[in-house]
């Protein structure tokens, strides 16, 4: 069944591919290519006030916890884990194409955020609650935005459970490893590992929206903060294969066959596809996911919180992702002409593999708890997106008996493999895109109107 499933998958996403970029693209001109042009205020204005409380306007939480709930959501296991298996599926030119939609896609995910504070109402408990759903239906204002709204909910609840599984493998694989190299049962290690973070997961996501918001802001930055010091240690220490790898994923980008051979994914189209595919997996634009997170932020303006979606985006992929290939790269973890055997054995591990080669078991203990509680973060407040479709869909009780669903999806991931979760998860993610991109194509005046409203208005950019 999995080649099948997958070759499904990958037939679906290349409208898909098309559907993204050209949104994208369309967004991009629309803003007039503000994520460039205004980068520095926008860096001011999220990176420079990272730690603030300063925070005006209504809302349940911090615009920074706001951020971090939605940046835990990509961030971690798809960036350490998921995102760098593309060079094992296309090639190091992938790496190349997913920085090209994660510029693009950034004013989409700005759109995203604006949006979901423009539209966001408050439910039963007095939370600020939107994303793609609301948005839909109160923007569109029509039997399509009604139509729209629903089958983002639907399908992005769908698609949030194999996710967890997936997560959740990625975070008990190298556990594994480690537990292995020290002499315990890694059959014992992982479910330990998928039990711990299940009683985790649990203990938070029934604190509520504050009580995620709080723990995102705690974890979040510094979990970051330490994976980027241990990929730049491993850097360091393999500088001078650093400008052979930027050649790999340059050349590779236009010429694939050239840096993998006669790989079978060495295709112009696959490096396109999986490039663009898994850099949307790993930053969430044009998913509509980030809304539901951002929907509850204080703020004063819609766009002003939309700038911390573009910082998302930086980080996520432009950042983290671009470390995490590029340690595969230069410890050689990853090789030209490597056996199909070895592309699938390496593939899931492949970040804790180069980071013990250089840093021995001490490197692998480190990211295996880095990567746990990045796990986490992701499980909290994935649960609370699939918590908060089935509540749109089916109201407060349906809310509730989803989000047992989600959280009992951690403890199934005792039972299926790594390939199985991520085909499924593939052609979940095409599917979610599909009605995502269509409503935010239809809202782009109203994206190009916040925007100006925001960035041609003095009394907002008078620190630009």
């Not at 911090?62 to 296309?90: D, E, Y």
């Not at 315990?184 to 504050?210: H, P, S």
């Not at 010429?255 to 295709?267: D, H, L, Q, R, Y």
């Amino acid at each position: 069944m999995l080649p099948d499933i997958q070759e499904l998958a990958d037939l679906i996403w290349q409208p898909m591919i098309i559907l993204v970029l050209g949104g994208s693209i369309l967004l991009t001109l629309r803003t007039r290519f503000f994520q460039i042009r205004h980068l520095p205020f926008i860096l001011k204005e999220t990176f420079g006030q990272l730690f603030s409380n300063d925070d005006n306007g209504r809302g349940t939480v911090t615009a920074f916890q706001a951020m971090t709930t939605a940046l835990a959501s990509s961030i971690g296991a798809a960036n350490i884990v998921v995102a760098p298996t593309v060079i094992f599926l296309a090639g190091p030119g992938a790496l190349f194409w997913m920085w090209v939609s994660g510029i693009l896609t950034s004013a989409t995910k700005f759109g995203e955020v604006a949006l979901a504070i423009k539209y966001r109402e408050k439910n039963e408990d007095g939370e600020y609650i939107g994303g793609a759903s609301y948005v839909f239906r109160k923007g569109i204002r029509n039997n399509i935005g009604k139509i729209l709204g629903f089958l983002v909910s639907f399908i992005l609840m769908i698609e949030i459970l194999p996710s967890i599984s997936l997560q959740t493998i990625s975070a008990a694989g190298p556990v594994e490893n480690v537990a292995a190299a020290i002499g315990i049962d890694n059959t014992l290690a992982r479910n330990i590992t998928i039990i711990a973070i299940f009683i985790l997961t649990v203990l938070v996501v029934y604190g509520g929206v504050k009580s995620i918001g709080r723990l995102s802001e705690k974890l979040v930055p510094y979990m970051a903060i330490t994976y980027l010091v241990l990929g730049a240690i491993i850097l360091v220490m393999h500088i001078d294969q650093i400008p052979n790898a930027l050649r790999m994923v340059v050349v590779g980008a236009f010429n694939p066959k050239a840096i993998s051979g006669g790989f079978v994914g060495a295709t112009l189209q696959n490096v396109i596809r999986n490039g663009v595919a898994r850099g949307v997996y790993s930053n969430e634009a044009g998913l509509g996911t980030t809304g539901f997170g951002h929907a509850a932020a204080t703020t004063d303006h819609p766009a002003r919180q939309g700038v911390w979606g573009v910082f998302e985006v930086i980080i996520d992929t432009l950042v983290v992702c671009t470390m995490s290939g590029l340690i595969i790269l230069v410890t050689g973890v990853w090789t030209p002409g490597m056996s199909e055997q070895a592309l699938n054995e390496t593939m899931p591990v492949a970040v804790e593999r180069a980071i013990n080669e250089s840093l021995g078991v001490f490197g692998s203990v480190v990211i295996s708890i880095c990567l746990f509680l990045f796990v986490v973060s992701t499980m909290i407040v994935i649960v609370f997106y699939c918590e908060k479709q089935a509540e749109y869909l089916f109201g407060r009780t349906g809310g509730l008996l989803l989000r047992a669903i989600a959280c009992g999806m951690i403890l199934v991931s005792m039972f299926i493999s790594f390939e199985n979760a991520g085909a499924y998860l593939d052609l979940a993610l095409a599917f979610v895109v599909l009605p995502n991109m269509i409503g935010i194509i239809m809202l782009n005046g109203e994206v190009k109107a916040i925007k100006e409203d925001f960035f041609d208005n003095p009394k907002y950019m008078s620190n630009d």
